[in-house]
T-cell receptor
Framework: DSGVTQTPKHLITATGQRVTLRCSPR?????VYWYQQSLDQGLQFLIQ???????AKGNILERFSAQQFPDLHSELNLSSLELGDSALYFC???????????FGDGTRLSIL | AQSVTQLDSHVSVSEGTPVLLRCNYS??????LFWYVQHPNKGLQLLLK??????LVKGINGFEAEFKKSETSFHLTKPSAHMSDAAEYFC????????????FGKGTRLSVIA
């Protein structure tokens, strides 16, 4: 058990919809990262927050947004969903950006 | 810029035989390198990390990796495979200092045959 909790585990929705994925980092970790894992693109970094502030951005679409709240949990919002957004979305956390990241079990998003 | 190439998409070994998963990296900076393992329907678990200390790094579950700067390689090895080692393995590179994202290889699927 990594200590990183992601909810829900599975999400099935339709094109055009909006969903919110939630992540609770390990106790004491200030950094939260979001990744997308798909068959064609592999594992890609989306965005990072550190203590509530955005620190780095990767290949995140404009339809996607995220935030980290004062209690350090984070949410990833995906809107105007397309079939190609179907993927596993992982959250990871670390105590500091220079420290190894610990991953949650992911949210599997299926777009019908 | 940084990149990782995992040279084999699939490796199959017999239980009790050695495991070798190959990884080459490219980095404009002094790199930190990691190996992560992903079991089916699970998140990624850190096996080991190299961050510019000893070049031979020991990880969990009997795995180790050697950083070879001259060959830009960071291959993962284990002397004797167990059935429970069957999983997807990812080699990862990032900058040794500073806040830069992880860059993942495409993964190597390890199968262990009884």
């Amino acid at each position: 058990d990594s200590g990183v909790t992601q909810t829900p585990k599975h999400l099935i929705t339709a094109t055009g919809q909006r969903v919110t994925l939630r992540c609770s980092p390990r106790s004491g970790d200030l950094s939260v990262y979001w990744y997308q894992q798909s068959l064609d693109q592999g594992l890609q970094f989306l965005i990072q927050y550190y203590n509530g502030e955005e620190r780095a951005k990767g290949n995140i679409l404009e339809r996607f947004s995220a935030q980290q709240f004062p209690d350090l949990h984070s949410e990833l919002n995906l809107s105007s969903l397309e079939l190609g957004d179907s993927a596993l979305y992982f959250c990871a956390s670390s105590s500091h950006p220079d420290q190894p990241q610990h991953f949650g079990d992911g949210t599997r998003l299926s777009i019908l | 810029a940084q990149s990782v190439t995992q040279l084999d998409s699939h490796v199959s070994v017999s239980e009790g035989t050695p495991v070798l998963l190959r990884c080459n990296y490219s980095s404009s900076y002094s790199p930190s390198l990691f190996w992560y393992v992903q079991h089916p329907n699970k998140g990624l678990q850190l096996l080991l990390k190299y961050t510019s200390a000893a070049t031979l790094v020991k990880g969990i579950n009997g795995f180790e990796a050697e950083f070879k700067k001259s060959e830009t390689s960071f291959h993962l090895t284990k002397p004797s495979a167990h059935m429970s080692d069957a999983a997807e393995y990812f080699c990862v590179v990032t900058r040794n200092s500073g806040n830069t994202p992880l860059v993942f290889g495409k993964g190597t699927r390890l199968s262990v045959i009884a």
